[in-house]
């Protein structure tokens, strides 16, 4: 299949430069298969949670609403 792509001009002069025994051809079929053969790792976020165990999600207005309270207490003094 042919295609088209976009390359940035500072890419193509590092290809260009490139010193392998490989055709350009060559050098973009074998790096897409590298990059596809590696599976996706999945990113795990850390436990950040604070509170109590159970106490089950927070909406945002809660959330607010305490930020609303503690700039009053601030603001009141």
Same mark, same amino acid.
């Given at each position: +299949?042919? /295609? /088209?792509?976009?390359?940035?001009?500072?890419? +193509?002069?590092?290809?260009?430069?490139?010193?392998?025994? +490989? /055709?350009? #051809? *060559?050098? !973009?079929?074998? *790096?897409?298969?590298?990059?596809? %053969? /590696?599976? %996706?790792?999945?990113? !795990?976020?850390? =436990?950040?949670? !604070?509170?109590? %165990?159970?106490?089950?999600? !927070?909406? *945002?207005?809660?959330?607010?609403?305490?930020? =609303? %309270?503690?700039? =009053?207490?601030?603001? *009141? #003094?």
């Amino acid at each position: +299949m042919r /295609t /088209t792509i976009d390359i940035p001009d500072s890419l +193509m002069e590092r290809v260009k430069k490139y010193k392998g025994n +490989m /055709t350009f #051809r *060559s050098l !973009v079929i074998s *790096s897409l298969e590298k990059a596809l %053969a /590696t599976e %996706a790792v999945d990113f !795990v976020l850390r =436990d950040g949670s !604070v509170g109590e %165990a159970g106490d089950g999600p !927070v909406s *945002s207005r809660e959330i607010n609403e305490q930020i =609303d %309270a503690q700039r =009053d207490q601030r603001f *009141s #003094r």
